[in-house]
């Protein structure tokens, strides 16, 4: 079924970006979409957005417009999640995972597997 | 946005309880509802998603019904390895969401 590896932990300071990467192997890459979910400290799941891997369509969860960028690079099959304006509240583990397809109003047919392995982003003075 | 409300919250079980997770969305999702399990430092797994008869190699002892708002996980027979936090999770429609999650801990 494939694997997602994610690059490492990230400090850095409010009002900063952070970018942080996601590696695909053992599976068709440029077939899938990649999202990114993230979780707070003791705190639930919140998706993020999806990025096609196959042409470099996006969809944003509202709350991450105009902060989230996600960009696909099918030669080396690496997603990476760039969040700019950090916030003290954006500290979280952030994680990407895959499904096969997403659709303009929904995702139905589809579900979220594997996942990466998770990166932490700290944000703090 | 679709909430999902997840109950209870946490759960005090013992090996071998029948457990039940409760899983009500805020408007009506079909069947397009996934549930994770997820264990401390560790990224959430794929259980189940309601609207496919799925063999991903889950043990028998996890099954999921509901359709609609209301939705339920069931562990048949509690064994060690499943302590741990259950998400339910919607994709019918944007911006994806994710129940509160239920914590399942030994009693």
């Known amino acids: 079924q494939g694997q997602l590896v994610q690059s490492g932990a990230e400090v850095k300071k409010p009002g900063a970006s952070v970018k942080v990467s996601c590696k695909g192997s053992?599976?068709?890459?440029?077939?899938?979409?990649i999202h990114w979910v993230r979780q707070a400290p003791g705190q639930g799941l919140e998706w993020m957005g999806w990025?096609?891997?196959?042409?470099?369509?996006?969809k944003y969860a509202e709350t991450f417009q105009g902060r989230l960028t996600l960009t696909s690079d099918t030669s080396t099959s690496t997603v990476y999640m760039e969040l700019s304006g950090l916030r003290s509240d954006d500290t979280a583990l952030y994680f990407c995972?895959?499904?096969?397809?997403?659709?303009?109003?929904?995702?139905?047919?589809?579900?979220?597997?594997?996942w990466g392995q998770g990166t932490l982003v700290s944000v703090s003075t | 946005d679709i909430q999902l409300t997840q109950s209870p919250s946490f759960l005090s079980a013992s090996i071998g309880d029948r457990v039940t997770i409760t899983c009500r969305a805020s408007?009506?999702?079909?069947?397009?509802l996934a549930w994770f399990q997820q264990k401390p430092g560790q990224a959430p797994t794929f259980l189940m998603y309601?609207?496919?008869s799925f063999d991903s190699g889950v043990p028998s002892r996890f099954s999921g019904s509901g359709s609609g708002t209301e939705f339920t996980l069931t562990i048949s027979s509690l064994q060690p390895e499943d302590f741990a936090t259950y998400y339910c999770?919607?994709?019918?429609?944007?911006?994806?969401?994710f129940g509160g999650g239920t914590k399942v801990d030994m009693k």
């Open positions: 995972t895959r499904t096969s397809y997403c659709g303009p109003t929904t995702c139905r047919g589809n579900w979220f597997n594997p």
């Open positions: 053992g599976f068709p890459f440029t077939g899938y979409y």
């Open positions: 990025i096609r891997n196959e042409n470099g369509n996006t």
């Open positions: 408007q009506d999702i079909t069947n397009d």
């Open positions: 309601l609207a496919y």
């Open positions: 999770h919607q994709i019918n429609s944007y911006p994806l969401t």
